[in-house]
């Protein structure tokens, strides 16, 4: 059964940086199109990086955070990142990863419905 497990989170000021992880078990990152979301405090869901899985991989992210968060995999240990910088209090949330069997390519990977998902890690971030 596949398991995500995501760390990292915490709080910080207004122009900080967070790194969060992502282990994966009973599932194989590089086969799958993989991603973090995160659960705003009015609860929406939004998607805010993505690894998309297609003859080569592609990334996409929200444009809230283009210029200053960074998706990257380890593939060898199955562990997915996500680098925050300059972090804004409008980065708060709920941070999970999460992963999807199809491939995709660039921002249309947001619209897969990522059902194998991980617990959160909590992001505040104060102005």
């Known amino acids: 059964r596949a398991q995500l497990v995501a760390s990292g989170g915490g709080s910080v000021e207004t122009g900080g940086s967070l790194r969060l992880s992502c282990v994966g078990s009973?599932?194989?990152?590089?086969?799958?199109?993989m991603a973090w979301f995160r659960q705003t405090p009015e609860n929406e869901r939004e998607g805010v990086a993505v690894?998309?899985?297609?003859?080569?991989?592609?990334?996409a992210y929200a444009d809230s955070v283009k210029g200053r968060f960074t998706i990257t995999q380890d593939s060898v240990n199955n562990i997915l990142y996500l680098q925050m910088n300059n972090l804004t209090p409008e980065d708060t949330g709920m941070y999970y990863c999460?992963?999807?069997?199809?491939?995709?390519?660039?921002?249309?990977?947001?619209?897969?419905?990522?059902?194998?998902r991980g617990q959160g890690t909590q992001v505040t971030v104060s102005s």
């Open positions: 999460a992963a999807d069997p199809d491939y995709c390519y660039g921002a249309p990977c947001f619209t897969l419905p990522f059902n194998t």
């Open positions: 009973g599932i194989t990152f590089k086969m799958r199109s």
């Open positions: 690894i998309g899985r297609g003859r080569g991989d592609t990334t």
